[in-house]
């Protein structure tokens, strides 16, 4: 019989009076390994969002906001800005810029979200065509894998869109037929969750609705037609940014910028000219973020400290429990002694059930962690289209057991100090 | 087996206690009679290393106790004494049998779970081996306290008011058990007692005063 087995015995013999150290134990371990969790899977989405986007143009308005519509695609947009304003943005020939991908929003699909855009976009989230094609004509779209999965849909599929950001029925364009040409391969950014389509659509989509509507609902092969009585202005010919300034009176969202040099002295004073001269807004998603973050940080920051005290209170709960168990058993103890059980032995005995102890609680907590970062996830798919996983692991998940067991040795010192100390003569003189 | 010599005591702020030096063989049985408060329980503990002598020497076998300390002391008790006390505690989280294997694993010994069956059989309480602690009437704990006394062979077993607590059938029936069991382990058995019924039956004593 080890003691290993004593102390489990130990335990197990009296569980009632454990319960409540090893729940509010699991409790304390569980918040903190969630917070961790979350804090991961938060980080890494945005951080993989960022993808490599150095500024974002759009309508004036809260910066943060901007951002998080049109990278993250998780608020609402300031507004639209005119092509004529963001010309200088989207000519080829720009000294400072890379790449600069138009951004125009305001539909959904099941609360997919409708980009007009043009083919960069697609590249630069790493997006590679899993089946079909990318669009090429008006109210063709390429859509993310998480939208095939969940919305159900395949190549050659139709759909209408609704307007804005939610999926309402009341406000569908019923007479809107998009059609799906492609679809992308995980990439496990928020192109995931994107329904890609031409600048042109999102245009007629929301300007011609009276004109649209005496259209058939289908506009397989028909686009052409369709638009030919109407103002031809809307029709782009091909996918570039040089064809949008075609259209100068027409509005775009935003423009996503990625620059041909970071640390270019230029570069860094553009967003601030942008915000100076023009009736435009620029923000640099990498500072924003930042400072989300900062603002998140602090409710984090006190969950956190929340969560240590509760440990600590369960940690103080276990070396009560420990102590009481000890006075309790202390003949018990010194009879082990009498049978040659040495002070080490006993001292380690203590040691071990506060150690079983923690380690039971943070297999509690870790589980509970676990299980409900999955159910959140349900909830902040439905809520806003970004995946979590409780199914993920973290390295700093072994600190946390690491703590856990130095909580648990922490406990049990005293008590464990009392019983190898205690004076086995008198302790067994005492009737 | 087991001698003394010239053994003192003095507690803290009582009188010392003079121990007349006693001696057992194994197989032997020696009575230590007494009344209540003459030392005996003092006696026992010094016997059995739970106490440090201040004064004289115990020597078991060839080992003189004093000379042994920590770990050590304890280590040679658990393989070399074993101690039935007048009130008897057990790990209450196992059962009988595991607490008799207990005292097999704690003095280091192989665990050997048919030994410990059948000393219980042999004590007449092979059929409650798996019973709970707290189960058990006291006279069936006196007999799981003797089968733990008694599993690891000492060369000493000491016995601390083993029959105050019963009636004359069953003191006759324990003394007897424990006799016996002693001889059958080749152990020196040194009984301390106030229970004046054993001095009819056991002629080799020594009496405190």
Redesign the interface.
């Known amino acids: 019989m080890s003691i290993i087995q004593l102390a489990w015995r130990n335990i197990v013999k009296n569980p009632l009076n454990l319960l409540l150290s090893i729940i509010l134990f699991g409790l304390g371990v569980g918040l903190i390994s969630f917070l961790l969790l979350f804090n991961a899977q938060l980080k890494e989405k945005f951080d993989k969002n960022l993808a490599e986007i150095d500024l974002v143009v759009g309508a004036k308005g809260s910066p943060l906001q901007m951002i998080l519509c049109n990278m993250y695609h998780i608020d609402n947009p300031t507004g639209n800005i005119p092509i004529k304003n963001a010309a200088p943005l989207l000519r080829d020939l720009h000294p400072l810029i890379k790449k600069a991908i138009p951004l125009s929003l305001g539909d959904n699909y099941k609360s997919y979200r409708i980009v007009g855009t043009n083919y960069d976009l697609a590249e630069l989230y790493g997006g590679k065509l899993k089946e079909g094609a990318l669009w090429v004509k008006d109210f063709e779209v390429t859509i993310g894998k998480t939208v095939a999965d969940e919305a159900g849909l395949k190549i050659g599929d139709e759909f209408v869109s609704s307007h804005g950001f939610v999926d309402d029925e009341d406000l569908a364009h019923d007479h809107m037929g998009f059609k799906v040409v492609g679809i992308f391969d995980g990439t496990g950014s928020v192109l995931d969750q994107l329904i890609l389509t031409n600048t042109a659509t999102i245009w007629n989509v929301h300007e011609h609705p009276e004109e649209e509507s005496a259209d058939s609902t289908s506009h397989e092969g028909h686009d052409h037609t369709a638009h030919e009585g109407h103002d031809h202005s809307d029709h782009l010919h091909d996918n570039s940014n040089a064809d949008l300034l075609n259209h100068p009176e027409n509005e775009i969202t935003s423009v996503l910028i990625q620059y041909k040099s970071r640390t270019n002295f230029q570069a860094l004073n553009f967003g601030r000219n942008i915000n100076e001269n023009t009736e435009m807004q620029a923000a640099s998603p990498a500072i924003e973020i930042n400072r989300l973050y900062n603002m998140i940080g602090v409710g984090t920051e006190a969950l956190r400290s929340l969560a240590l005290l509760i440990a600590i209170v369960s940690a103080l709960s276990i070396f009560i429990s420990l102590f009481k168990s000890m006075r309790e058993r202390k003949y018990e103890l010194a009879l082990m002694r009498v049978m040659g059980a040495s002070r080490t032995k006993v001292f380690s005995l203590i040691i071990l059930e506060g150690l079983i102890l923690a380690l039971i609680g943070f297999i509690i907590g870790t589980v509970l962690c676990h299980v409900g970062m999955e159910v959140i996830a349900k909830y902040l798919k439905a809520d806003f289209r970004y995946s979590f996983t409780g199914w993920k692991f973290l390295t700093e998940e072994w600190l946390v057991l690491g703590i856990s067991l130095i909580l648990g040795f922490v406990a049990a010192i005293i008590p464990a100090m009392q019983a190898a100390r205690s004076d086995i003569n008198k302790t067994l003189s005492e009737k | 087996m087991i001698s003394t010599n010239n053994l003192k005591f003095k507690y803290s702020g009582g009188t010392e206690i003079v121990f007349p030096d006693i001696k057992c063989e194994a197989k032997d049985i020696l009575l230590v009679l007494g009344s209540s408060g003459v030392g005996k329980?003092t006696l026992l503990?010094l016997l059995?290393g739970?106490?440090t002598t201040q004064h004289g020497s115990v020597h078991i076998q060839d080992t003189d106790i004093n000379k042994l300390s920590?770990?050590d002391l304890?280590?040679f008790?658990?393989?070399n004494i074993g101690?039935i006390?007048q009130?008897n505690?057990?790990?209450?989280?196992?059962s009988v049998i595991?607490n008799v294997?207990?005292?097999q694993?704690?003095?280091?010994n192989k665990?050997d779970k048919n030994a410990a069956q059948n000393l219980l059989t042999r004590l007449n309480i092979g059929h409650k081996a798996k019973s709970n602690i707290k189960d058990l009437s006291q006279g069936e704990k006196q007999r799981v306290a003797i089968a733990?006394a008694l599993i690891n062979q000492p060369r000493l077993i000491l016995a601390d008011e083993p029959t105050s607590a019963l009636d004359d059938q069953n003191c006759t029936e324990v003394l007897n058990l424990l006799h016996e069991q002693a001889k059958a382990a080749g152990s020196a058995l040194v009984i301390v007692t106030h229970d004046t019924r054993l001095k009819d039956i056991i002629s080799n004593r020594v009496i405190l005063q």
């Open positions: 329980t503990h059995g739970l106490l920590g770990s304890d280590a008790r658990g393989r101690i006390f009130q505690h057990f790990v209450d989280a196992l595991e294997i207990l005292a694993s704690l003095a280091g665990t733990r």
